[in-house]
Nanobody, 127 residues
Framework: VQLQASGGGLVQAGGSLRVSCAAS????????MGWFRQVPGKEREFVAA????????NYADSVKGRFTISRDNAKNTIYLQMNSLKPEDTAVYYCTADGSDHSYSSWYKDKSEYDYWGQGTQVTVSS
């Protein structure tokens, strides 16, 4: 599976931005998908995840209520709508995919559980 993230950019604090991730897989729907972000010198951190059907979503506490993850399996694409952006949301955002079964309920927060990663897209929020 090849993942291509896009839509990053510069936005003022309080603004909105939507990033997208297109997958090359012939069968996109069996993959659970997620977004992580990373700033220089820090670990890549979990942002949001969505199940293969789209029926289940999960968010980091820091973005809950501001970000929304969604997917369109017909277009092989997932989205991350980011509202009320803060300077601390500045990071490179990576999309990721995994098609395996998992043995614990919070697996989606663990970056090592994902098999495929996109190249990342920069999001910068100015104060």
């Amino acid at each position: 599976v090849q993942l291509q993230a896009s839509g990053g950019g510069l936005v003022q604090a309080g603004g909105s931005l939507r990033v997208s991730c297109a997958a090359s897989a012939r069968t996109f729907s069996p993959y659970d998908m997620g977004w992580f972000r990373q700033v220089p010198g820090k670990e890549r951190e979990f942002v949001a995840a969505i199940s293969w059907s789209g029926s289940s979503t999960n968010y980091a506490d820091s973005v809950k209520g501001r970000f929304t993850i969604s997917r369109d399996n017909a277009k092989n694409t997932i989205y991350l709508q980011m509202n009320s952006l803060k300077p601390e949301d500045t990071a490179v955002y990576y999309c990721t995919a995994d098609g395996s079964d998992h043995s614990y309920s919070s697996w989606y927060k663990d970056k090592s559980e994902y098999d495929y990663w996109g190249q990342g897209t920069q999001v910068t929020v100015s104060s």
